[in-house]
Structure formats: C-alpha cells, structure tokens
C-alpha cells in the first residue's frame, strides 16, 4: 500500500521515533506469541502469506532500506533473505514466488525472531547517527509494518477457518467483547456537496497515493449513519439476495456463480469463525468479510449506492481518525456493535467502508523515485478504495486522506459498506 512522494525531514524528536519504532516491532511479536512454528509456517491461500513471513518481510524492509542503504559497512544478517522475504520491489531483484511463501519451513519462526533482534538493536544503535532521509525512512517502515499486522491477523484468521476443528488464535476467554450489544438504528445524514478539498495537505506522514491535494465536485447526497450491520445482511440473504441476478453487477453475478457464494465469508447458518473460534452471529455488529460485488448488490437492494470515496473523505474530515474500534493491543478482534448517537458513527474502525471509486491517482500524481516507489503507483488498475479502518487496523495509523484498496472479488480483510444516496 504506499511510500511518499513529498518525503520532508521529519521534525520528531529521536526519541519519540525510537520509541514508535520499538513499540510497532514489539507488537508484532505480540500478535504471534501464540502461535506454533506450524501454525506461523502454513499459507492459506496466494492472496494470504505465513505468519512468519510477515515478521521476515518487515525486517527485510528496514535491514535493506535503513541499514543497508544508510549505515556504512553494514552487512546482512543473511545474504539469502532478500530472495525469500522480498515482497514485490522489482528494483530489489527476484524474489521467491508468493503462492509458495507457505513452503518455506526455514528458516524457523525463533530463527526469523533472532533476525529481528538483530535488526532491531542495529537501528536503534544507528538512530543517532542517521541522516534525515533514513528517518523518513524509518517512518515509512513503521506504517509499512502497521499495515501487515493488519494483514497478519487477517491472514491467520483465513488459516485458521480452513481447519475443520475450528481453532482459536486466542482462547475464548481472552477474547474482545463488543463494547455496547445493541442494535443502532440507521439514519440519513446530509454529506457536503458542491466543491471540496480532498487528499493528504499537512506535514505529518501520508502515504504517495493519497495526495496531491486537490478539489472535487460533490452532488447533493446523504450518508448512511453507521455500516450495514450483519442483521440487515440477513435480511437481504431472507430475500435472495445472492439469486438476484438484476441485483448484481455482471462480473460480480459471474463470481457468485462460479464460486457459489450465498452469505459472506466465514458465516455459517447463524455462526461465523472469528479469531477467537466460532461464534454466533451477533446482528447488531457491523456486517464483514463481504466483497465489492456483495456491497454494490446489497446498496442495489437497499435501494441505495456505495459512496464514493470523496464523499467519504469529505464527511470524515473533522472526525477523529484515533477514535473507535481499533487495535490496541493483540487479541482476537471483532467488530462490534456502537451505541445509538447523532451523527455519523463508526467511521474509523470496526470494517473497512468500499467506496464505489477505482483505485486511480489522483491529478499530479508522481510515484517517488527507487524501490519504495513500487509500494503504491504500479497497483492502481482494476482495484477499488476502502476507507476508515477496521478494528485490525492499528490506532494511529489512519487519515481522513488514507486510501486502502483490494480487487472486487477480495473479501478476506475486515470489509464492510456504509450506503449512500442521491437527493
């Protein structure tokens, strides 16, 4: 998902940078702790990477990018390392194939966590000593890890619902409870129209493809109060939904169809795997696990639309992206129902919103120069924008500006839909 193209040097205290930058690292190891070296080994799918390999990747990224490229006379810890946990940085060279990342057993996940100590001492000895344009790096590697610990937790929950026995990552008992279990009322509210400004304009990080700043032209439109919620689904599944061809967008038909889609993923009758294990529905709680076409069908037998993404961005604005169902500390996250209030709710965290908007730059648009440069511009055909977060998306991490995006058929992270509609 992204580097930037107008990289400053940062202004934080050292300090404050390290500290970032320890507490993002530890974390990480926090969300595998329980996890078996089989369990952090095994790949799911191609669109899902081990455990283990999102450890590796992420300190791939500030061995390479930091030290290697920063702290003369730095040499790798393991030479071999670049093939296997390079991502897809065409400037890095080849790399080991992504539908196999789950074939490889070495090296182990406490060899992978040395490894990580190892960089992780090395940078905080070098912190100091390097220049600004390695801090802006180092800034860059912490989001960059932020986002695949939301990736992580996401990837190991599709592994784990494939095992028929239905193993937790965390045991019940630990688990997260919704914070209110009541059912909020969806309202209408009225979204800025006419010009807006939209995109990343300040001086704080942002990653490329969420600027240049730039304006918009909004019609006359309301927002949905909150996201659709999994008894709402249930009432479009009652209705048939997912056999209403005129519902559906033909692409989106063609993938129900072929893959005999009839609720989002991970339900079962009235349960759904969580991290936590099965567990019953709860219909209050935001609906997940659902695609753009399953969005774009539910809006169409709502009789509504998804928003777009500057109507979204253009609502958000004056909101707290730091508030609402976010992670915090490890733990087998859910969303979870909000209570009833005025306005709009939950728009950062809990699911990632679709919007009806391609993923496609915005005007200006200029990918930065090197390898980092591949982290957003080269991604921006055939996929579609996410906004607001999940509640595996770590606090602190999200804009207003910030632009997530996946292909329509994807439906494994933690996606959901707020309607809109013209008036």
């Given amino acids: 998902m992204a580097s930037r193209t107008d990289a400053r040097p940062t202004t934080e205290p050292l300090e404050s940078l390290a500290q970032r930058f320890a507490a993002t690292r530890r974390l990480s190891l926090d969300l595998v702790a329980t996890l078996s070296d ?26 390479t990018f930091i030290l290697r490229d920063h702290l003369p006379g730095y040499r790798p810890f393991d030479d071999r390392y670049a093939y296997l946990f390079n991502s897809y940085y065409e400037a890095e060279g080849p790399r080991h194939a992504r539908p196999q990342r789950g074939l490889l057993t070495r090296p182990s996940l406490a060899d992978i966590c040395i490894w990580r100590a190892h960089v992780d001492t090395a940078v905080q000895t070098a912190l100091p000593d390097l220049p600004p344009a390695a801090h802006i790096l180092i800034e860059l590697g912490i989001q960059h890890e932020q986002q695949h610990q939301e990736l992580l937790l996401t990837d190991l929950k599709h592994l784990f619902a494939q095992n028929p026995l239905g193993p937790a990552v965390w045991k019940a008992e630990t688990a997260i409870a919704s914070e209110v279990a009541q059912f909020s009322a969806m309202k209408w509210i009225e979204g800025k129209a006419g010009i807006v400004s939209i995109g990343h304009g300040g001086d704080g990080f942002a990653f490329d493809c969420e600027g240049p700043r730039h304006d918009a032209l909004l ?12 008894g709402e689904w249930q009432q479009f599944i009652a209705d048939g939904g997912y056999h209403t061809p005129s519902l559906w967008l033909s692409d989106g038909w063609a993938w129900v169809q072929g893959e005999n889609i009839d609720a989002p993923a991970y339900w079962d009758g009235d349960r759904y795997f969580t991290l936590a294990g099965w567990r019953a529905i709860d219909p209050a709680a935001p609906v997940t696990h659902i695609s753009f076409y399953e969005a774009d069908a539910f809006a169409s037998w709502a009789g509504a639309r998804l928003p777009t993404e500057f109507e979204w961005e253009a609502a958000a604005a004056t909101l707290d992206p730091a508030a609402g169902q976010q992670l915090d500390t490890a733990g087998p996250v859910q969303p979870a129902a909000f209570p009833d209030d005025a306005g709009l709710q939950q728009m950062f965290g809990s699911v990632w919103e679709w919007t009806g908007s391609a993923y496609r730059p915005y005007p200006g648009f200029r990918a930065a120069p090197g390898a980092v440069g591949e982290y957003n511009g080269k991604f921006m055909s055939g996929q579609f924008v996410l906004r607001g977060g999940s509640c595996a998306t770590p606090r602190g991490h999200l804009r207003p500006a910030y632009r997530n995006f996946f292909y329509p058929h994807q439906r494994w992270q933690f996606t959901g839909v707020r309607l809109a509609k013209d008036f």
């Fill in 38 to 63: 089989a369990d952090a080994s095994a790949q799911s799918m191609p669109d899902a990477s081990p455990a283990k390999w999102h450890l590796a990747h992420t300190t791939w990224f500030f061995e």
């Fill in 219 to 230: 019609p006359p439109h309301v927002l949905a109060s909150r996201p659709v919620s999994n």
